[in-house]
């Protein structure tokens, strides 16, 4: 099982940034999948989940509205699309494998949001 998280970077507060996972190893439509984050000296965060199919998700309250979880089973692909960022969403995001039980994790990707 092999994860790769992608697209993090530097934005200016108010700005966009969408992270992509790469997903393989297994079969990606099986698994629900789910963003984590962890801010510099914080505990790690839950962002927000996704059925195998995509069919409903969920998203912590410190991001509803402003985040959206989707993903493309053909491209064993999952996203974060980020919208409204602010300075305290700056953490390091994780694509991992499950919904509340999470048994494999990627790398990690550093979003940065700074004027």
């Known amino acids: 099982v092999q994860l790769v998280e992608s697209g993090g970077g530097l934005v200016q507060p108010g700005g966009s940034l969408r992270l992509s996972c790469a997903a393989s190893g297994y079969p990606f439509d099986d698994y629900a999948m789910s963003w984590v984050r962890q801010a510099p000296g914080k505990g790690r965060e839950w962002v927000g989940s996704?059925?195998?199919?995509?069919?409903?998700?969920y998203y912590a309250d410190s991001v509803k509205g402003r985040f959206t979880i989707s993903r493309d089973n053909a491209k064993n692909t999952l996203y974060l699309q980020m919208n409204s960022l602010k300075s305290e969403d700056t953490a390091v995001y994780y694509c991992?494998?499950?919904?509340?039980?999470?048994?494999?994790w990627g790398q990690g990707t550093q979003v940065t949001v700074s004027s």
């Open positions: 996704i059925y195998s199919d995509g069919s409903n998700t």
């Open positions: 991992v494998r499950g919904y509340t039980d999470y048994d494999y």
